[in-house]
């Protein structure tokens, strides 16, 4: 099965990116034929200056290869590479109502949040549907917010097809449901936007800094505490099997920690989880031209897929 999906490069990444969207990707990458790149494209529409969006870009490269993508089993690419998907963009723009877009949640919220609404964030979910159905996608690993894009990808799919031809596949949507929103420190959703996100490297003392932050309610030393709801909770029991889980329920219950213990250990658990990640990023950061190299031979792997599938639109839609 062919699954894809694409990595924003606008900002540092944090604990919901990893959980919401990395680890859940690399795990597909073991039974499927994973095609993932970083939208440089999408991130335009938010960007102020040319060598922040290249480094980046750089970045969640060197992050995506150290959590786990294998350029032997992934092709991996960055989305600029293999520019066809602007042609797509445009040819799918006629198969896009107005109304579609306006509907557009993610379109209100980002303007809402004072990102100036230009045409390139009003169309952001058809270069969307183009990167999605240039590769005939069948599955879309995506965070809770994005199912409305696959959705919309699927109405423009659907509109072309009824008009020239099953040309294109429609995809589908996956959310893994128990890690659809990871919260921030404040509870809200985790956003590196809203700054109250756990970025994913971070050194051990300032990771503990940002996990003191961490607002909880102020139950006096010696009373049990209640896990339910509570933040900090809910972010340890992310690294937690059921075992796990209800162990730390139990110490919340005994009343002996305090909400201070239990930074501790959800720093320890974040620690944990990522040293090998923070070992091979360490040997990438050293090595940037074999990430440079990687990333060349998944745009020319993606760029041979992307230029028969143009063609065929192309040649259904009678553009010589
Ligand atoms: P941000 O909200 O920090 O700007 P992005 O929009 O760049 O994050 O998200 C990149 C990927 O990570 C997307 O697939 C998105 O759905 C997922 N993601 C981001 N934040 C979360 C979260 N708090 N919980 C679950 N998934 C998330
Ligand atoms: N819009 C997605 C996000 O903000 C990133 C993205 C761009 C994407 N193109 C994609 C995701 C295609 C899945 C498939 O996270």
């Known amino acids: 099965m062919r699954v894809l999906t694409g990595i924003q490069a606008s900002g540092k990444l944090h604990i919901g990116n990893y959980f919401g969207a990395m680890k859940p990707m690399i795990e597909l990458q073991e039974e499927h034929e994973l095609f993932t790149f970083i939208a440089n494209y999408h991130s335009l529409t938010s960007s102020k200056d040319a060598q922040t969006l290249k480094q980046y870009t750089l970045d969640a490269a060197v992050d995506y290869l ?9 092709t991996f690419w960055v989305q600029s590479h293999v520019p066809q998907v602007l042609e797509l963009y445009w040819i799918l723009s006629k198969f896009t109502p107005m109304g579609l877009l306006e509907r557009a949640h993610s379109y209100k919220d980002k ?17 969307m549907a183009a990167d999605i159905l240039l590769f005939d996608t069948q599955k879309v690993p995506v965070g809770k917010d994005q199912i409305q894009h696959v959705e919309m990808t699927r109405d423009i799919a659907t509109k072309f097809n009824n008009e020239y031809g ?6 589908e949507h996956m959310v893994q449901e128990e890690v659809a929103t990871i919260p921030g420190i404040d509870g ?4 590196k936007s809203y700054g109250n996100a756990i970025d994913l490297f971070m050194d051990e003392k ?22 339910k709801g509570c933040h ?15 162990a730390l329920q139990e110490r919340y219950k005994s009343g002996k920690e305090g909400y201070g213990h239990f930074k501790k250990y959800l720093k320890e658990l974040i620690w944990e989880e990522l040293e090998e990640a923070r070992e091979k990023r360490a040997y990438y950061l050293d090595h940037m031209d074999e990430v440079q190299d ?27």
Not at 166 to 171: D, G, K, T
Not at 232 to 242: G, M, P, R, S, V
Not at 304 to 318: D, F, L, N, R, S
């Open 66 to 74: 150290s959590v786990g993508i294998d350029p032997e089993k992934t």
């Open 111 to 127: 303007v809402a949040k004072g990102i100036p609404a230009s045409h390139a964030l009003f169309s952001y979910p058809v270069l």
């Open 166 to 171: 099953e040309i294109f596949v429609l995809p």
């Open 188 to 191: 809200q959703k985790m956003s």
């Open 206 to 227: 300032p990771l503990q800094k940002r996990c003191n932050k961490i607002i909880s309610s102020s139950t006096s030393l010696g009373e049990p505490l209640e896990w």
């Open 232 to 246: 900090i909770y809910n972010l340890a029991a992310l690294f937690l099997d059921d075992a796990g889980k209800k």
């Open 294 to 320: 990687i990333l060349a031979v998944g745009a020319k792997k993606a760029g041979t897929i992307a230029e028969a599938k143009i063609a065929q639109v192309k040649e259904a839609i009678g553009l010589l």
